[in-house]
């Protein structure tokens, strides 16, 4: 990654840190049934198939990009591994960007993509009543807002380093400032383009964190995923214990020696294939086979 020799993340606009990703992109290994872009009440979406069944469960998956990167074509692989490895539907939302769409403009696309998702279920090949929302680290953080906001009944959300207090004040801040990979400068400029200066940091539909107790405990059972040299570890941590502390159902694996991002990165890393395949294999067990 460092010979790739790229400006750090705070030194770029969003177009050029968009650039960026899309010279890293490589196509998909991953081959699956099939695909099919959706218009998701009016926000983009992909839906992954792993066979032809018509009673597929299905997970909403929110990308990473800490709310300014990321499309349908940066998560692709990801997506189709855990379609396959769950033998369950993802739909993928491709939900608005900061800055040109700051908070809550990414919020209300996964919202309005996941009640689509239940209201449309059949004509997707797939089951209203066994669904689940997730998502890598910004995503997750809305997958968590999802689950607190409940428009559809969740059988369960996979959550993937969320960002669940942008206050930044847990400790791993400090010791993981440098990344690799996701640095707290880096934090720092995704959280201003996606609420600027001015925002309640606080605010549970922001900063998850800070949600009342009652409605942490309304979750839907949960699979939390951290990693040891990433800024966020600590927050998800937390929001683990919290959980299962409040009564959620809750798996939670921190992986040693990864950092931010690698759950996308099987093609590279042994522990991503795992990740991916334990999110997968815990998605088929609670959405049924």
Same mark, same amino acid.
């Given at each position: 990654?460092?010979?790739?020799?790229?400006?750090? %993340?705070?030194?770029?606009? *969003?177009?050029?840190? $968009?650039?960026?990703?899309?010279? #890293?992109?490589? *196509?998909?290994?991953?081959?699956?049934?099939?695909?099919?872009?959706?218009?998701?009440?009016?926000? @983009?979406?992909?839906?992954?198939?792993?066979?032809? #069944?018509? /009673?597929?469960?299905?997970?909403?998956?929110?990308?990473?990009?800490?709310?300014?990167?990321?499309?349908?074509?940066?998560?692709?692989?990801? $997506?189709?591994?855990? &379609?396959?490895?769950?033998?369950?539907?993802?739909?993928?939302?491709?939900?608005?960007?900061?800055?040109?769409?700051?908070? @809550? &403009?990414?919020?209300?696309?996964?919202?309005?993509?996941?009640?689509?998702?239940?209201?449309?279920?059949?004509?997707?090949?797939?089951?209203?009543? $066994?669904?689940?929302?997730? +998502?890598?680290?910004?995503? &997750?953080?809305?997958?968590?807002?999802? +689950?607190?906001?409940?428009?559809? @009944?969740? =059988?369960?959300?996979?959550?993937?380093?969320?960002?669940?207090?942008?206050? #930044?004040?847990?400790?791993?801040?400090?010791?993981?400032?440098?990344?690799?990979?996701?640095?707290?400068?880096?934090?720092?400029?995704?959280?201003?383009? !996606?609420?600027?200066?001015?925002?309640?940091?606080?605010?549970?539909?922001?900063?998850?964190? !800070?949600?009342?107790?009652?409605?942490?405990?309304?979750?839907? @059972?949960?699979?939390?995923?951290?990693?040891?040299?990433?800024?966020?570890? /600590?927050?998800?941590?937390? !929001?683990? &214990? =919290?959980?299962?502390?409040?009564?959620?159902?809750?798996?939670?694996?921190?992986?040693?020696?990864? !950092?931010?991002?690698?759950?996308?990165?099987?093609?590279? %890393?042994?522990?991503?294939?795992?990740?991916?395949?334990?999110?997968?294999?815990? %998605?088929? #067990?609670?959405?049924?086979?």
């Amino acid at each position: 990654m460092a010979s790739l020799g790229e400006p750090p %993340l705070e030194s770029c606009s *969003p177009e050029e840190a $968009r650039e960026i990703r899309a010279r #890293r992109q490589r *196509p998909s290994t991953e081959s699956i049934h099939e695909t099919r872009d959706v218009d998701a009440g009016g926000v @983009p979406a992909r839906l992954y198939r792993p066979n032809e #069944r018509d /009673d597929l469960g299905l997970l909403v998956f929110l990308h990473g990009g800490g709310w300014v990167l990321g499309n349908l074509e940066t998560h692709d692989n990801l $997506r189709r591994i855990l &379609a396959n490895s769950s033998s369950h539907a993802v739909l993928s939302v491709d939900y608005r960007l900061a800055p040109e769409h700051p908070y @809550p &403009a990414p919020l209300e696309d996964a919202i309005t993509a996941t009640q689509w998702a239940h209201d449309n279920a059949a004509s997707l090949g797939c089951s209203p009543d $066994r669904m689940a929302v997730g +998502g890598d680290s910004a995503g &997750a953080t809305l997958a968590i807002v999802v +689950g607190h906001l409940a428009p559809v @009944p969740l =059988r369960y959300q996979l959550l993937v380093y969320p960002a669940t207090d942008l206050t #930044r004040s847990f400790p791993s801040f400090v010791e993981n400032a440098a990344g690799p990979q996701l640095t707290a400068a880096g934090m720092g400029w995704f959280i201003h383009h !996606y609420v600027g200066a001015d925002a309640n940091l606080t605010d549970p539909r922001l900063s998850p964190h !800070y949600a009342a107790d009652h409605v942490v405990a309304a979750s839907p @059972p949960t699979m939390l995923i951290t990693a040891q040299y990433d800024p966020l570890r /600590d927050e998800g941590d937390a !929001y683990a &214990a =919290r959980l299962a502390t409040l009564g959620v159902p809750t798996s939670h694996v921190r992986f040693s020696g990864m !950092y931010h991002g690698f759950f996308s990165l099987a093609d590279f %890393l042994d522990d991503a294939v795992a990740a991916n395949h334990m999110a997968g294999a815990a %998605l088929g #067990r609670v959405l049924g086979r």
